[in-house]
Nanobody, 122 residues
Framework: VQLQASGGGLVQAGGSLRLSCAAS????????MGWFRQAPGKEREFVAA????????SYADSVKGRFTISIDNAKNTLYLQMNNLKPEDTAVYYC????????????????WGQGTLVTVSS
């Protein structure tokens, strides 16, 4: 499974961005997908996840009510709508997939995509 993230950029605080992650290869083998982020000098952290079959979702407390994860199974594309962005959301965002159905709280990862940088200015 190959994952290609896009959509990052520079935005002012309070603004919005939508990230996309296109999956290719053995996508039928993935049960859930999600997003993680890594800020400078910090460890990678879970952001959000979604199951492909039922669309159940899970979010980190820090993004609840501001971020929305969704998936288009026909297009094999994962999205992350980010609203009311804050400077502390600045990070490299990574998409990820789970091929062994280990749950989404948080997502257990078998495949990682490359990151896309989100910078939120104050």
């Amino acid at each position: 499974v190959q994952l290609q993230a896009s959509g990052g950029g520079l935005v002012q605080a309070g603004g919005s961005l939508r990230l996309s992650c296109a999956a290719s290869g053995r996508t039928f083998s993935t049960y859930s997908m999600g997003w993680f982020r890594q800020a400078p000098g910090k460890e990678r952290e879970f952001v959000a996840a979604i199951t492909r079959s039922l669309g159940a979702t899970s979010y980190a407390d820090s993004v609840k009510g501001r971020f929305t994860i969704s998936i288009d199974n026909a297009k094999n594309t994962l999205y992350l709508q980010m609203n009311n962005l804050k400077p502390e959301d600045t990070a490299v965002y990574y998409c990820a997939a789970d091929a062994t159905a280990r749950g989404i709280r948080p997502l257990k990862v078998d495949y990682w995509g490359q990151g896309t940088l989100v910078t939120v200015s104050s």
